[in-house]
C-alpha cells in the first residue's frame, strides 16, 4: 500500500548523483554494463531482487509491490534517475514507478527506447517480440506500437525456459540451440524482419538467434538501445556527472555465492555483492 508521494525536486545541473537501476535479479547487468560503458564517469547503484525473481511468472500486483520497495532504497541513496532494467517490471511497473517517485527522481524503462527505434525503422511491417510470461502477456508492446500509428504489427511469444537456460550457462551450447530452434521456428514467429529480444538475459544469446536468422532479421538487443536513451536523457537534462569520480555498487536483496558467481556471465566480471534485505 503506497502512502506517501513525497516531492523533493530532481537535482538539475550538473549531477554526481548516482544512476539507479534496477532487476529482478542478476541477469539486469547486461543492461547496467552498456550503461557503465556508454556512461564511464556516471556513479551506479544496482539492485537485483534476487530474493523475489523470477519476475517473469509472477503476477503484476507482486511485482509492483517488489518495484516500490525498490525504488525507495533508490531513492533513498540520492539517485538522480531510476532504469527499470527488468522487462518485466518494465511492463508491469513502470507506471506506478513514476507515478511514486514523482519528482524525486526521473523513472526510465526498457520497453520505450525499443519501441521508438523499430517505430523509426519498421513502419508498415511485422516484427516479433520474445521475452517472459509477464511481459508477453502485459500485451504493453502491442500497446505502445500501437499508439504510434505506424502500421507495425508485433507478433510475441513467451519463451520462459531461456532465462533460467542462460543462468545456468547453457548458451552457445547444443542445448541452447534446440531450445532456441524450437521457440524460433513456432509459427508465431513467423514472416517477422526484426525480433526484439525483450529480457534482461537474452543479449547472451543474441549471436545464437543472429545465426538461426542469417541475414534476414534483425535482432535488437534492448540494452544497447537503453544505454543510448540514458545518455541522451542526461545530456538534455544537464545531469552529466563532471563533479567527482564515479562509485559503483551492487546490492541485491539475498545473497549467495552463486549468484555472485553469475555477475562475470551478464557483466563480464566478478562483481561483489552486498545484501540489502527489502522488508526489514
Ligand atoms: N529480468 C527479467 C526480464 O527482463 C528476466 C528474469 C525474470 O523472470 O525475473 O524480464
Known sequence: MITSFASTPIQKQCSPAPIG????????????????????????IY?????????????????????????????????????????????????????????????????????????????GQTIGLIGTKQTVNSGVYERKIGELGKNITLQSLATPLLAPMIEEGFFNHSISESVIHT??????LAGIKALI??????????????RYYGDSVEVIDASQIVAASVRKYLADNNLFNNASAGF?????????????????????????????????
Open 21 to 44: 537501476i534496477f532487476d529482478s535479479g542478476i541477469g539486469g547487468l547486461t543492461v547496467a554494463h552498456a550503461v557503465m560503458q556508454t556512461l564511464p564517469a556516471e556513479s551506479m
Open 197 to 210: 529480444l525483450g529480457c534482461t538475459h537474452y543479449p547472451l544469446i543474441k549471436g545464437e538467434i543472429s
Open 47 to 123: 539492485f537485483g531482487d534476487t530474493a523475489h525473481l523470477p519476475y517473469g511468472d509472477k503476477s503484476t500486483a507482486a511485482i509492483q509491490a517488489f518495484s516500490v520497495k525498490i525504488c525507495d532504497v533508490l531513492l533513498r541513496e540520492q539517485c538522480k534517475l531510476i532504469l527499470i532494467a527488468c522487462n518485466s517490471a518494465s511492463a508491469a511497473a513502470y507506471d506506478l514507478a513514476r507515478e511514486y517517485t514523482a519528482s524525486r527522481a526521473k523513472v526510465l524503462n526498457v520497453i520505450d527506447p525499443t519501441i521508438e527505434y523499430v517505430s523509426e525503422r519498421f513502419a
Open 248 to 280: 559503483r555498487k551492487f546490492f541485491v536483496s539475498d545473497y549467495t555465492p552463486s549468484f555472485a558467481a553469475s555477475t562475470r556471465l551478464f557483466f563480464g566480471e566478478q562483481l561483489d555483492l552486498e545484501q540489502y534485505r527489502l522488508w526489514e
Open 183 to 188: 521457440y524460433l521456428s513456432d509459427p508465431a
